[in-house]
């Protein structure tokens, strides 16, 4: 019997192949076999040089064994499935990690894994040469959360430094020396998540190192879990009683349940823009999640499905930034915004008050003369915010020349900082371009590095 005829018919006694059926050799790009060559001898060739299914599997024995450090990839900046809304969202986003590159003295960058114990009591990064207990930092030893490139890390490393975005960087201040541990995120939405997360808990020292995993709802309102209870800010405290009396207007039999169709009409009146069907498909994730088989609505399920869908994480942030992380601006607040970030000089504390009872939609926030996160998104998407000067609408030249007897205000290319075709971009070129007076910008919109 041939070594060719020992293969029988081709099968083990459990039914798999026993050996892997062999190709000939074809010619390069001919697809016919080589002259010369007997099928017989290349086929029997080709049967003892295959390797069994099973000899693709890597030994065990040539991998690291222990010591080899730990991989981690990152595949988003930010969490698709649920927008930040509240100081919760941040922490439980910390608590999931991402990456952050870590900037040392001596121009060197390292990207490591960052997390936030599940305890809210220190900071983890990976991988690192130091030990597990070095490669960590306490909360209560943060003394300050600083934005930007502020640092002296920042400020003395050169041509680094100009390559790293500037809204992306944050620096944490900690230790009785006041050292630096200075990092730079994916993106400054990623950015703003930390410096808002760790700032909240500099404000809230009674959080941490709570017993528990995970972080419980804020302020009553719709949480994921339970574990470490974040104390609800003043803003976030008005925001659900407001939705929670919206709730109750359309609840008409008062048991706390509205049918499906009642809660995205009311969620879409509240929030002018949104379509109908992004709204319903939440309503209907909420469900699916929870196993229900009623397509009634609940009002913690109608809170948590507004607080996802109309809050806008950049309002969000700004917010915070100016309210101290109360969540909430007085009328001090927003003057000193119009004043700094408006430019409007002649703001007066009578004005933000009238400002503040046109927009802000909580009865609670008009009494006690604080606007919330809507009543602020509600202004800046008005039209006294608009870009150009209400004085301006009105024209007072001849239009009907053609256009090249007008002088236009153009910037062209200002968001490149260094050559005109490959320098690097920068959103502060635009913003220059606009304090200045420019009036025509030309956007250049890419979809990635290649």
Partial sequence: MSERDGCGDGLSSDGAPDCIPPRAPRGRRSGVILPGQETDSILLETVKAAPRRSSIIKDPSAQKVGGGRKKTVSFSSMPSEKKVS??????AFMQGGCELKKIRPNSRVYCRFYTLDTDLSCLHWEP???DADRARLDVFS????????STETFLHNGPLSDHLAEEAAFSIIHGDDYQSLDLVALSADVANIWVTGLRYLLAHPSIIGGAGGGVGGVGGGPGDGGGVTVEGSLGNKMRMEWLAAEFSQVDEDGYGIVSEDVAVTTVCKLCPGIKEAKVRLRFKEIQSCKEKLTSHVT??????AFCELCTRPDVYFLLVQLSQDRE?????DLRLFLETEQGLSLATTEGCWELLKRYEPSAQGRERGLMGLDGFARYLQSSECQLLDPEHLGVCQDMNLPLSHYYISTSYRSYLLDDQVHGKADLGGLI?????????????????PE
Avoid: Y
């Fill in 86 to 91: 509240s100081a919760a969202d941040c922490l």
């Fill in 128 to 130: 690192s040469k130091k």
């Fill in 142 to 149: 943060i003394r300050e959360v600083r934005t930007g490139k």
């Fill in 299 to 304: 009002r913690e399920e109608f809170q948590e």
């Fill in 328 to 332: 909430c601006l007085d009328p001090q």
């Fill in 432 to 448: 220059r371009a606009l304090q200045t007076g420019c009036r025509c910008l030309e956007l250049g919109v890419t979809d990635g």
